[in-house]
């Protein structure tokens, strides 16, 4: 009963942002993201009667407080729907920094509802997995599957899943994912989606513009139509951002590097080099740009002051297990 999981981030190009239900993780609207192949998550789950408690490690340390409660409430999900007793022990391992932005609870519960799915003994379909795992968090259902995904907003839970548009070999873009110097951030994206459906004013507003948003999106993976894949990801994620800094209290995550690179995108594209971004809760910035620009935009980025990190993404393969355990 031990079993590990690989899986890939995954970059929003229209958000999720704000929920319908918060137990069931039900969104308030649909959202379309890229899977990415370079920022990972392994997780390796094992219910054994050996285990008197269950216990979680990530990265390396034992989990504590919230962040642990998370991870057992999932597997609590999991042991429920199995009909197992057993304890369970969970380790799993990022690529990348966690918490910096770069949609770490994604590829970390799509890893491990895979894991604890496959080592409790379930036999689930891609949508079903899916479905578990986006009540772990929202972003995940939709890495575990590969290419382009979109998760279907509903107000009832089997009816909220991903399912894939293209897979990661259709329309090869790039996710430049640039890191930038940062404060650690003061909230949370769940406290924060959760203002803002309470007290952002321009909610609502978003909320009908995110439905066109959508189908363009849809069509330009199909269309594999960079120009408005690019230009619609960019304007969804700025809409996104308004609907953040409209909060009370205010959710401004960026940093002076964030808002360089955003200058930055806008100067290298009145250049001829196309290229848009777009930015999740943290202050690093994902650039799409085409396979052909991406060498000289990591040159031009990599000598922007406040640029720490930068991570070339193809589209990236959807979760899946793997044979090599981390214990
Ligand atoms: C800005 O999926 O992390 O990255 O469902 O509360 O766990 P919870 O939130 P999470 O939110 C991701 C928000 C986003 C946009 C997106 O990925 O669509």
Known sequence: MKSTAIANSNTALVKYWGKYDEKLIL??????????????????????????????????????????????????????????????????????????????????????????????????????????????????????????VEWLAAKTSEKSYAKQIADENYFDIRDIAVV????????????????????????????????KNLKIVRKAVLDKDFTSLGKTAEFDSLLMHAIALTTTPTILNWSAGTISVMHAVQDWRAEGIECYYTIDTGAHVHILSLPENCREIIKRVKLIGSVIDVIENKPGKGAETINKHLF
């Open 27 to 148: 969104p308030m609207n649909g959202s379309i993201s890229m899977t990415v192949d370079k920022l990972n998550t392994t997780t390796t789950v094992e219910f054994s009667s050996d285990y008197k408690n269950d216990l979680v490690e990530l990265n390396g340390k034992k989990a504590e407080g919230k962040e642990s409660e998370r991870v057992i409430e999932h597997i609590d999900m999991i042991r429920k729907i199995s009909k197992l007793d057993e304890k369970a022990k969970v380790a799993s391992k990022n690529n990348f920094l966690t918490a910096a932005g770069l949609a770490s609870s994604a590829s970390g519960f799509a890893a491990l509802t895979i894991a604890a799915c496959s080592a409790a003994g379930l036999e689930l379909d891609k949508k079903e997995l899916s479905i578990i795992a986006r009540q772990g968090s929202g972003s995940s259902c939709r890495s575990i599957f590969g290419g382009y």
């Open 180 to 211: 930038v110097e940062a404060a650690k951030r003061k909230h949370g994206t769940r406290e924060s989606m959760q203002a803002s459906v309470r007290t952002c004013p321009l909610y609502d507003a978003r909320l009908s513009a995110v439905e």
